[in-house]
């Protein structure tokens, strides 16, 4: 009874050959590859530098952000610095840098404008 289950064939992306699903695995790029070429190029190591190159990037983007504090509507959020200076929450454009308030710079603010 086995014997009239024919297993499928798939096509390796990489040599062509027509490969049974037994021995055809899919690569980092979700390819159809076969076993023998999969051995030939190896592991998926490249991909896993593109995604610590990426995480780099993504890292870098974030110490890029400002951290900043609306002074209309006391929302905090972070900006990017080529996005335009607005609030998401309220639209206002009077932004303060959030990370450089405390309450001794917030108190030497206050009793310098009196």
Known sequence: MASDYEQPQYT???CKKQVSSENIRYNAELRTVCAECLKKIGTVAPVQKQKKELRQKAAD???QAIKVICSSCRYKF???PHFRPSCPYCGGSRLQRYDS?????I???VSSGM
Do not use: F, N, R
Not at 101 to 105: C, F, R
């Open 101 to 105: 308030l405390t309450a001794e710079g």
């Open 61 to 63: 983007v974030e110490e």
């Open 107 to 109: 108190l030497a603010q």
């Open 12 to 14: 390796c992306s990489i």
């Open 78 to 80: 972070t900006l990017k």
